[in-house]
């Protein structure tokens, strides 16, 4: 044994890195491959306790504006102090308030499909036909006549929103996004622009830095779900 | 190999002898090779640079890994696109995913063709999915009991991590849910893009 262990140790040898190496080899394409390459953020909602789910048994304050947005196939129902709105122009009078774009379009097909496709794996295809779904959407109205209740009634935060049973969830975070800030400009008449404007900024006093910092202006901030039966 | 490991067997003193010569003349041989080769440093790669960018790489990724507080892709979940700018907090999560509904990435009840079976559906309106309220409310309970160890506030937070395609109704029902769990503040999450993309005007 004693003269093993000299034999050993006459072989003088770089540390043998390979089953460490192999290691590292491997574990770096895994990690790669779980790391996702997108921000992930999120949007904050508040739903009181009990559930607003059936219409609010509260009388209506003629004064409050009590904004709500239905989404549906065919467009935004907007409500305001407790009447819907009547269709903008250019929209079938028996119809949402603001209506899709391309009336056409079978939304109710197209969104079954992306759905299908979907669960199917076929996440691309799905998404490939939800998107166009939603880009049928005019947010662009929909944001101008936001922004209209918004000077009339200029502290109102709260929306509420409700849609049909079969609304992707994707078009309730778009319609967040589109009520939450204001934009440069309060009313716009072409897509591109109104999609490429940035949010009107304003300074705020930061209570934890005790900072003035800047600020997105909010347009409907706050919204709240409800059911739509 | 096999002559190393038979000479602890225990052999003769000759063939200990044989053994040795044997190793002598094969170190020979080795060296007499390598001189041919012209210099020794040539023949190996040297991959000690190398090693160190794999370390590196291999914390970073480690780090990033550790970091992620919420998990927006899956193989049936991908949450929509926003511009919200909010960061999200660690805290109880509930996902709606395709195929199934978790708390705290364990699994709740199926979801079939963007529904959960009737059968576990309860309450006024259909909106209460029993399985789901059981596994919130021991979920609440076990966070109100460390947020009373540690001496915090309990806050009625909850992260839905619901993919992009998740019907509205089922949507309400989590949500309902939920609120029936005392669960009042929810976050959505959601992957940060601009407001082009959104459009369909510019890249991702």
Redesign the interface.
């Known amino acids: ?1 004693a003269r ?1 262990k000299r034999d050993e140790i006459g072989q003088t040898e770089d540390l043998d ?1 390979a089953p460490f ?1 192999n290691l ?2 491997i ?2 394409p895994l ?2 491959l ?3 390459f ?14 607003s ?2 219409t609010d048994s509260e009388e209506i304050d003629e004064e409050k504006l009590d904004l709500s947005i239905t ?1 549906s196939n065919s467009g935004f129902y907007i409500s305001a102090s407790g009447a819907i709105l009547p269709p903008i122009e250019g929209c079938p009078t028996e119809g949402p308030t603001i209506c899709v774009k391309d009336q056409g379009l079978d939304m109710e097909t197209l ?1 079954d499909e ?2 299908q496709r ?2 199917a794996g076929n ?1 691309e295809a ?2 490939d036909r ?2 166009q779904a939603l ?1 049928n959407y005019n ?1 662009r109205e929909l944001y101008n006549m936001l922004t209209g209740f918004k000077a009339d009634f200029p502290d109102e935060e709260a929306v509420r929103l409700s ?8 078009l ?3 319609v ?2 589109v009520s ?1 800030f204001m934009l440069e400009e309060e009313s716009y008449d072409d ?2 622009a ?4 940035t949010f009107q900024t304003e300074m705020d006093y930061d209570e934890e830095t005790g900072r003035d910092v800047e600020r997105p202006v909010v347009l409907f901030g706050s919204p709240a ?1 409800a ?1 739509h ?1 | 190999m096999t002559e190393e490991n038979q ?2 067997g225990g052999f003769g003193k000759e063939e200990e002898e044989w053994i040795k010569a044997q190793r002598a003349r094969e170190a020979e041989r080795q060296k007499r090779k390598s001189r041919k080769g012209g210099g020794d440093d040539t023949g190996a790669v040297n ?1 000690n640079s190398l ?1 160190d960018i ?2 590196i ?2 914390v970073f ?2 780090k ?2 550790g970091e ?6 899956d193989e ?1 979940l ?11 907090e660690d805290m109880m999560t509930v996902s709606v995913t ?2 199934e509904i978790l708390v705290n990435d364990r699994w709740v009840v199926d979801v079939r ?2 529904e959960v079976d009737p059968s576990h559906i309860s309450g ?2 259909d ?1 209460r999915i029993e399985p789901l309220l059981d596994s919130l409310t021991t979920a609440v309970e076990r966070s109100r009991e460390e947020s009373e160890i540690l001496g915090e506030d309990w806050e009625p937070h909850i ?1 839905v991590i ?8 089922l ?2 029902q989590v ?2 849910t ?3 769990a ?1 669960l ?9 893009t601009t ?2 993309a ?5 890249g991702d």
């Open positions: 044994m093993k890195l190496m590292v080899i574990l770096i990690l790669l779980s790391i996702v997108m921000e992930v953020a999120i949007i904050q909602v508040q739903m009181p306790l009990g559930g789910a059936t989404m969104l992306a759905r979907m669960l996440l799905g998404e939800m998107e880009l947010f849609a049909d049973s079969d609304i992707p969830f994707a309730t975070v778009r967040m996004d939450r897509d591109e109104f999609w490429a404007a779900f059911v039966q | 000479s602890t991959i090693m794999m370390v790489m291999l990724l480690l990033s890994y992620e507080p919420i998990r927006a892709m049936d991908k949450v929509p696109r926003s511009n919200s700018l909010v960061t999200p395709r195929t063709d963007g006024d309106g909106l992260t619901a993919d992009q395609i998740t019907r509205h109704r949507l309400l949500l309902f939920a609120t029936e005392e009042s503040d929810f976050r959505f999450a959601i992957i940060q407001s082009e959104l459009g369909g005007f510019g």
